[in-house]
């Protein structure tokens, strides 16, 4: 298989977000009903990266199993953003309950 990543224009480390905003701009440009086989090609190549565990797995078909699926979530979830807590919900947790 392709890589879907190249077919799709984007790099390795592209968010959710990214990844189907450029399949959808894809989507418009190439309609099933002009150009079947483009629009096949893009369909698989979102269908193999579109979540996050999909991703992992398919990172880890191309590194030949080296590592883990476990250790490939950790490492994505880690570099993605966290919302933080409000200081209101911190302060609550310290306050004592009466």
Same mark, same amino acid.
């Given at each position: 298989m392709n890589d879907p990543y190249a077919i799709l224009g984007l790099t390795q480390d592209a968010t959710d977000a990214m990844i189907r905003e450029a399949y959808l701009a894809m989507a418009r440009q190439f309609t099933p009903e002009n150009q079947p086989e483009r629009f096949a090609a893009i369909r698989a190549a979102y269908e193999a990266i579109r979540d996050l565990d999909k991703r992992a797995r398919h990172r880890l078909y191309e590194k030949g199993? %080296?590592?883990?699926?476990?250790?490939? !979530?950790?490492?994505?979830?880690?570099? %993605?953003?966290?919302?933080?807590?409000? !200081?209101?919900?911190?302060f609550a947790t310290l306050r004592p309950t009466v």
């Open positions: 199993k %080296t590592e883990t699926i476990d250790a490939i !979530l950790e490492d994505a979830a880690c570099r %993605t953003l966290r919302r933080r807590p409000s !200081l209101d919900s911190l």
